[in-house]
C-alpha cells in the first residue's frame, strides 16, 4: 500500500474531500500540520492540511478530486 497525495488546503476543505471520497467506499487519510505544528510549539503554519489515498483507488477517486478542485 503506496499513499498519494491528493489535495493540500484548510482542514475542512480536506474533511469535506475525504467526505466525497467516502461515498465510492474510498478510505482518506488526513494529515494535520497545522496542528502538529501548534502541539510542537511552533505555532501556525498556513494552509497545511494534507489527503492522501492509496494509489490503488487513484483511478476510480481521480473524477471526484478533480471535480472538488473545480469547486462542483
Keep these: 500500500m503506496a499513499l498519494k497525495k491528493v489535495f493540500s488546503g484548510s482542514e475542512i476543505l ?3 474531500l475525504q ?3 467516502a461515498t465510492l467506499g474510498i478510505d482518506a487519510m ?5 496542528q502538529s505544528a501548534r ?3 511552533f505555532g501556525d503554519i ?4 494534507e489527503v492522501f489515498i492509496d494509489e490503488y ?7 471526484i478530486i ?3 478542485k473545480m469547486g462542483e
Design 46 to 49: 498556513g494552509m497545511a492540511a
Design 19 to 21: 467526505a466525497r471520497l
Design 30 to 34: 488526513i494529515k494535520n500540520n497545522i
Design 57 to 63: 483507488f487513484m483511478e476510480k477517486a481521480e473524477p
Design 14 to 16: 480536506a474533511q469535506a
Design 66 to 68: 478533480t471535480a472538488f
Design 39 to 41: 502541539m510542537a510549539g
